[in-house]
């Protein structure tokens, strides 16, 4: 079946603007996750959701970084105000939702600011 | 705070070699680990965990708590493994923390 798909698989915007970068999850899969993956780095956890509420999101950096999954499926990461260390690659994970599940990961959206 | 330390971001054997890949962690509590793998242009996918106990494409790890490691292990290195290798614990309910990685490549 198809796996986790992310769009767009680049993007590249000025410092200032504002950003949305989009995850379909596996059907059926209620658990979804972001994680940021920085230059030479491992992936760092930002949020995850548990159908449509945020259980965790004590990874997101600082207010610019927001998320939402308003129908318990795709999910959308908005970064406001855009600066030049936002840029990684930002990479969506779901799982069937049941604690220690295994996570499938998505191809990532690189993230580049100007 | 929970932590998985990598130490070699970059690993080079020969094809037939034994391959060890190191990891140690901190973790307060019954750890859960992972090693996941990212061939060139795919995706992070798991290769194996350790409640598990299995063997996949030939690599093995087990969690040393006493010494708080999980190295992975091959016998005998192909060349189809090198890859990006990242080592990874569960904190909390399903919040994955991973080390740095280590760069795996094979040489013929």
């Known amino acids: 079946g198809a796996g986790v798909s992310q769009t767009p698989s680049n993007k590249v915007t000025e410092k200032g603007k504002y950003v949305e970068l989009r995850c379909d999850p596996i059907?059926?899969?209620?658990?979804l996750y972001w994680y940021r993956q920085s230059l030479g780095q491992g992936p760092e956890f930002l949020i995850y959701?548990?159908?449509?509420?945020?259980?965790?999101d004590s990874g997101l950096p600082n207010d610019r970084f927001f998320a939402v999954r308003p129908e318990g499926s795709v999910s959308t990461l908005k970064i406001q105000r855009t600066e030049r260390g936002d840029s990684a690659v930002y990479l969506c994970a779901s799982s069937p939702g049941r604690f220690t599940d295994t996570q499938y990961f998505g191809p990532g959206t690189r993230l580049t600011v100007l | 705070a929970q932590r998985v330390t990598q130490p070699e971001k970059l690993l080079s054997v020969f094809k037939g070699a034994p391959v060890e890949l190191k990891c140690n962690y901190s973790y307060s509590g019954s750890p859960e680990l992972f090693w996941y793998v990212q061939y060139s242009r795919q995706r992070l996918q798991l290769l194996l965990r350790h409640i598990s106990r299995e063997s996949i494409k030939g690599f093995t790890a087990d969690l040393n708590k006493g010494e708080t490691s999980f190295h992975l292990k091959k016998p005998f290195a192909q060349e189809e493994d090198s890859a990006m290798y990242y080592c990874?614990?569960?904190?909390?309910?399903?919040?994955?923390?991973f080390g740095q990685g280590t760069r795996l490549t094979i040489n013929p």
């Open positions: 059907s059926g899969h209620t658990a």
């Open positions: 959701f548990q159908g449509t509420g945020a259980a965790d």
């Open positions: 990874a614990l569960i904190q909390g309910a399903q919040k994955l923390v």
